[in-house]
């Protein structure tokens, strides 16, 4: 058993990984994206043409990595590497924090160009680096040619400094080349060592050298993880940052697990402890009226929705009915000050609702199956042999055929528990639980993608240990299966 078990949660990291895969494809095929709900933009993902918010758009995909492949992006959230820019250094990025454009020149062709703008220092130069190449710059417009071998040492690492320094009075004068742009034009050439005839005065040759350096010859194409944060990832148990808030996933999954699994292991607990005696109290009543009675309301109880089953609860006990249960939350809004009995009753007197809707679909549905696998069982031979020694119905029921016709039921269950903690979406809505069916939702709404994935994946594995535990369980409900 023990060999089994281990095998069968070694096996759960592939399976996780294979969901992982099928809920990343999901999420991408949907229609727009989380830069643009960031945003305050509809989710179909329409973007205002306002340079403004398409910046701040392509910032916010650069940050995630959402501007990379979806192979990649897929192998950055598996992990254990982290792929960002701010990860492993074995790997590299594409630095793509600059618009080009492609510039036709007079005399024929094309030249791949910076839009003006400032440009960031490479990643993995130092604060104390950018600093000191950013005063060499503005002494070498100042006329201070000493500034020039300060910039030489620094050799590609201070081209940032010079291209926004060109940025800056391209802004400011226009196409017309002055003579700060020319020293400047000319500190990059003797830093590269590239010859600048022909280059200086035109606008084509100015941008189109200097600018295109910065995406074409590594300045800007790719460049060197920096080390920050080597490790993320589903395998290195990160599950990311919230995109909007901040905040870290497993610290708010963890909090929302220890409201929705309670309320789920409860439900499932009392489902079985009603389901199994009403179906055989069933059987032992086939045929009867009140066998009829009984199968009539579970089948009406099983096709009553959720959301209307709590919002009719609350008109019944809420304030618009009798007034009997709180409706909304788990407690009461002023529970801090509330002794520790106090709490726990408050507390108590607030999940009864929502755990009856979670409950009453459940042990409907487990004891038309308990039903169905006991009327099955009673008929085979050895029941009728037990019977035909005398044994008294009591006996027959609960000694003989109770145990072969539950297997059918704790089969149920690798499906019940997820059922019920993803199903919690509508009752922790109806009922404002801050469960993970609510935390599912609002991810969902705001497009998160860290919060999509992680809650979809929780789910997956639940389902996993719902079939492991099913299987255990069936060895102790008959001795003759063995798990090998």
Known sequence: MIQFIIRRLLLMIPTTIGVALVVFGIYHAAPGDAAT????????GNMSQDADSKAQAEAFKREYGLDRSLAVQFLNYIGPFNLLRDGHPWFSSPYTERETELLKLEGGGEVLTGAPMEIDHLPNTSEEERARLDAATASLLEGDEGALALLKDGGAASYPSLLTAMSERRRAFGERVDDEVARLALAMASVSGAEVSGVLGTREGLIGEWFGWYYTEGGGARVRNTGERPWAGLLALDLGKEMQDKKPVSEELWRRFQVTVPLALISVLLSYLIALPLGIFSV???????????????????????????LMLIIAFGKTGLDWLPVLGLHDKDA???????????????????VATLTYGSFAYLSRQMRAGMLEVIRQDYIRTARAKGLSENVVIYKHALRNSMIPVITLLAAILPILIGGSVIVESVFDIPGMGKYAFEGLLRRDFY????TTIFVGVMTQVGILLSDITYQLVDPRIRHT
């Open 451 to 454: 919060i999509v994935m992680a």
């Open 284 to 310: 032992r009543r086939q045929g009867t009226k009140v066998d009829g009675a009984t199968t009539v309301i579970l089948f009406v109880l099983y096709s009553i929705p959720s959301f209307w089953a709590g």
């Open 336 to 354: 801090d000050t509330f002794t520790r009995g106090q709490y726990i009753w408050d507390l108590f007197l607030h999940i009864i609702m929502p």
């Open 37 to 44: 709900v960031m945003m305050g933009i509809s989710s179909g």
